[in-house]
Nanobody, 124 residues
């Protein structure tokens, strides 16, 4: 089992930046593929970015390519999401998830562990 705790959300103006962190504990962090998802009010949880166990492969939703960067530090048991050029439509609760799968998937159902989420609000 792995426990996840997100931090770093907040209120930011359009064009600004935020860095989200996801701290893991309880299991070997490097065994898990990590993903960031988001959920806006009234909408389904959607894939944002993912990184494989080693950190060498990353994947992004089209709407964040060139603006967001996912990374991980296996020594610190932490995953990150650097968000630049924020837009009001990025407003959502952001969740990190951990998956033991060895292949990329955008399905939230493939991630067995979730944090509590962190609110990101972008004002225009």
């Amino acid at each position: 089992q792995v426990q996840l705790v997100e931090s770093g959300g907040g209120l930011e103006q359009a064009g600004g930046s935020l860095r989200l962190s996801c701290a893991a504990s309880g299991s070997t962090f490097s065994n898990y593929r990590m993903g960031w998802f988001r959920q806006a009010p009234g909408k389904a949880r959607e894939f944002v970015a993912a990184i494989n166990q080693s950190g060498y492969s990353t994947y992004y939703a089209d709407f964040v390519k060139g603006r967001f960067t996912i990374s991980r530090d296996n020594a610190q048991n932490t995953a990150y999401l650097q968000m630049n050029s924020l837009k009001p439509e990025d407003t959502a609760i952001y969740y990190c998830g951990a998956s033991s799968l060895r292949y990329h998937t955008v399905s939230p159902g493939s991630y067995g562990y979730w944090g509590q989420g962190t609110q990101v609000t972008v004002s225009s």
